[in-house]
């Protein structure tokens, strides 16, 4: 082993996730069901892996029956995602409290091309800045919980003992059988990571 290697997820872990607030502001709230039922789920996979293009993506955003009708254009649910960035304060002062300590930090994400919006934000370029490396699924064309998805980072950091700190259970778990250690993140209790970190690696803050 060479150290440790700290993996953060994106959405929900380092910021709130801009989807749901944005389309809770231009969603009637009996519409939402609606909503649910009407996406097509493999457009958003296959856009998050970089299979499709951003057009292709808004053409496929809802399942046929639901096309054309009520329900949001996807092009507006984007352009008010992007208003703003919410930054969760704790998990960024962890980030920013491992680097400084030299410790080796890569983000590990399932997103889309949209990371370039994000981008756009200063105090986003300064969270990107902190890491080592960027993992957006829309570049590996993996999504975790692929086993495929955590190889890409242990074949560029290899030998370390791996740590990912992410707010989805399944992605939590199959980290865990590929003998990663792990927590789980949660927004609402989010002074439990600087706890975690103090019990499990007290040194590398």
């Known amino acids: 082993m060479s150290g440790v290697l700290f993996a953060f997820d994106l959405m929900d872990t380092l910021i709130k996730d801009p989807f749901?607030?944005?389309l809770y502001k231009i969603l009637p709230v009996e519409s939402r069901e609606k909503f649910i039922q009407g996406r097509e789920r493999n457009a958003f996979i296959e856009f998050e892996k970089g299979q499709i293009?951003?057009?292709?993506?808004?053409e496929r955003f809802y399942l046929p029956e639901f096309r054309n009708g009520d329900l949001p254009d996807?092009?507006?649910?984007?352009?008010?995602?992007?208003t703003k960035v919410r930054l969760i304060s704790e998990t960024v002062r962890i980030v920013k409290l491992l680097k400084a300590n030299g410790n080796?930090?890569?983000l590990a994400s399932n997103y889309s091309v949209w990371y370039r919006e994000l981008e756009k934000f200063p105090e986003m370029q300064e969270v990107?800045?902190?890491?080592?490396?960027?993992y957006f699924s829309c570049e590996l064309g993996a999504r975790k919980p692929a086993e495929e998805y955590f190889q890409w980072i242990q074949t560029d950091f290899p030998d370390k003992r791996y740590v990912l700190i992410d707010d989805n259970a399944t992605n939590v778990e199959a980290a865990g059988y590929?003998?990663?250690?792990t927590f789980r993140f949660n927004s609402k209790t989010a002074s439990e990571l600087g706890e975690f970190f103090k019990t499990q690696y007290p040194n590398y803050l």
Not at 74 to 82: D, Q
Not at 128 to 134: A, I, R, V
Not at 178 to 181: K, L
């Open 20 to 22: 749901y607030s944005a």
């Open 53 to 58: 293009e951003e057009d292709e993506f808004f």
């Open 74 to 82: 996807p092009r507006k649910i984007k352009e008010v995602m992007f």
């Open 104 to 106: 080796t930090i890569v």
């Open 128 to 134: 990107f800045s902190q890491f080592d490396q960027l």
């Open 178 to 181: 590929m003998g990663w250690d």
